[in-house]
């Protein structure tokens, strides 16, 4: 299995280099890009099926004692999220061959060796066992999503991505500060071995540990009143840069705070963290209601479905914490072929914006149908994966209302859910519905059928990817709690980390 968990991280980062090196010649780089990335996810893949199977598995990087080395370990919540983040990124770069130099694509020479960067630095994320080595993976994933957030030098790409990296080096440094504080206090940044030695340190500096990391990794997750950044870069990224950014960069740092807060046992922090994802929830589903395009839209989005998954953590049960797991699971791919879909909105109508459009179900039924179904699973209606995400989050609160912060945060998802129907309602009600507006034919449209083909292929996978997690939803959700029980019930992930 450590074949497995090296290529995961590997294929990607020699994928790019390669990508970067033939960068002039089209076919061969993106051969590779594909090729780099589809070996990462099938590593994934056959990953998940062995850790379900034997379970945790350590690879200690040059057989250093965990007390300092760097330490990688495929538990099942690392191996469960992994292949949906990585499959998306495989789907996007399809996408992305497709779309090549539009107005709305991204530059093919940088874009697939970055995205092959940034996978890399994802993996890494997933599966570290060190603080230390989680922010050389976050790091991995600024770098490489600033240049691609950049790249085109348009002028407002240039002030939100200003705005974006700002932020998450501010994040970045008071994740060193946090680094420095674990290490001083427990004289390791092993997360196994640290969330031991902070159950034994007095409470204030216990809650202050786990104030700082809640403040680091809601900055990278976007949970209110850290989230001013997304929705102000997000959109004026290319559009398949864009897709990867709301299906996965968020989830990284709500993944590394799923992990370190319930392993640490930072349970006296739920009450904050449920009121934190109340304000998420319904600040993010009001923002988006407010907007009138559709990439505003979707990412105002991003920060009320984070407030979910904060909510299941928030609990600190074993029943809050599968459904914020497969809420995570659900939202990355959902989310992905929403902005899929926005771009090719773009190619058809020139803009995403809501007044210049209308009528594409009458033109384009199959953009419309690509649409509906995720529009309506991140609703919450049934019989979509997003209904079996969101029952489990408000069902694991309404088990727990003995609490006012629980109480508050239940009423906030149930409000973000009926404003997040009218967010979509008010989406189709203008590009889909209506009179039709006139077709771009201007910089931004596909040239060639064969890309458009691509473009719709891609975003057509992605659909049938978000179908899967609902029609396997069973297993998807026993995989969840099996995961839940382990971050509860540390012991064997500990163990395996220190034997």
């Known amino acids: 299995m450590s074949a497995l968990v090296a290529a995961t991280i590997l294929a990607p980062l020699f994928c790019a280099a390669a990508g970067l090196a033939v960068r002039a010649n089209s076919p061969l780089r993106d051969g590779i890009t594909v090729v780099g990335l589809v070996a990462a996810a099938a590593s994934a893949v056959a990953l998940l099926v062995k850790v379900a199977d034997t379970g945790t598995h350590v690879v200690r990087v040059g057989n250093w004692s965990p007390e300092l080395g760097i330490v990688l370990v495929a538990d099942l919540f690392a191996t469960l999220v992994l292949p949906v983040a990585l499959t998306i990124i495989v789907v996007v770069e399809i996408f992305a061959i497709g779309q090549r130099r539009t107005a709305w694509g991204a530059n093919p020479e940088l874009a697939g060796p970055l995205l092959c960067v940034l996978t890399s630095g994802v993996s890494l994320a997933f599966l570290t066992g060190d603080l230390f080595t989680l922010f050389v993976a976050f790091e991995m994933i600024l770098v490489s999503s600033y240049v691609l957030l950049t790249h085109q030098g348009q002028r407002d790409q240039i002030r939100s991505g200003m705005t974006y990296v700002v932020m998450n080096l501010l994040a970045s440094t008071l994740f060193l500060i946090g680094l420095a504080l674990v290490y001083a206090a427990t004289g390791t940044v092993n997360i196994a071995l640290a969330s031991q030695r902070i159950a034994e340190l007095p409470d204030g500096v216990r809650l202050g540990i786990g104030a700082w990391f809640l403040v680091v990794f809601g900055t990278k997750a976007a949970i209110f009143p850290l989230f001013s950044w997304l929705p102000d870069s997000y959109p004026t990224a290319p559009t398949t840069i864009t897709a990867v950014f709301a299906g996965l960069l968020t989830k990284v740092g709500i993944y590394a705070m799923i992990r370190f807060h319930n392993l640490a046992g930072m349970d006296e922090l739920g009450p904050i963290m449920l009121v934190l994802a109340a304000f998420t929830m319904v600040v993010g589903a009001l923002g988006a209601l407010a907007q009138s395009d559709v990439k505003r839209i979707l990412s105002f989005h991003i920060v009320s479905q984070i407030g979910y998954m904060l909510m299941g953590l928030g609990l600190f049960t074993e029943v809050g914490t599968t459904a914020a797991i497969l809420f995570l699971v659900h939202h990355m791919p959902v989310k992905t072929v929403l902005f899929l879909v926005g771009g090719l909105i773009e190619n058809e109508q020139g803009t995403s914006?809501?007044?210049?459009?209308?009528?594409?179900?009458?033109?384009?039924?199959?953009?419309?149908?690509?649409?509906?179904?995720?529009?309506?699973?991140?609703?919450?209606?049934?019989?979509?994966?997003?209904?079996?995400?969101?029952?489990?989050?408000?069902?694991?609160?309404?088990?727990?209302?003995?609490?006012?912060?629980?109480?508050?945060?239940?009423?906030?998802?149930?409000?973000?859910?009926?404003?997040?129907?009218?967010?979509?309602?008010?989406?189709?009600?203008?590009?889909?519905?209506?009179?039709?507006?006139?077709?771009?034919?201007?910089?931004?449209?596909?040239?060639?059928?064969?890309?458009?083909?691509?473009?719709?292929?891609?975003?057509?996978?992605?659909v049938v990817g978000t179908l899967a997690i609902s029609f396997f939803a069973g297993t998807v959700f026993e995989l969840s709690q099996r995961a839940a029980a382990d971050l509860h019930n540390p012991a064997t992930y500990i163990e395996a980390v220190g034997s």
Do not use: C, D, H, Y
Not at 381 to 393: D, E
């Open 353 to 462: 914006a809501l007044a210049s459009t209308g009528g594409l179900a009458s033109r384009r039924p199959l953009i419309a149908a690509f649409f509906a179904i995720p529009a309506l699973s991140l609703a919450g209606m049934p019989p979509f994966s997003g209904f079996v995400a969101k029952f489990s989050v408000i069902g694991a609160g309404m088990a727990e209302t003995s609490s006012v912060a629980v109480i508050i945060a239940v009423v906030a998802a149930l409000a973000a859910g009926a404003l997040t129907l009218l967010s979509m309602t008010k989406i189709w009600l203008g590009v889909f519905w209506g009179e039709q507006s006139a077709v771009s034919t201007g910089q931004g449209s596909v040239e060639t059928v064969g890309n458009r083909r691509a473009m719709v292929f891609a975003t057509g996978m992605a």
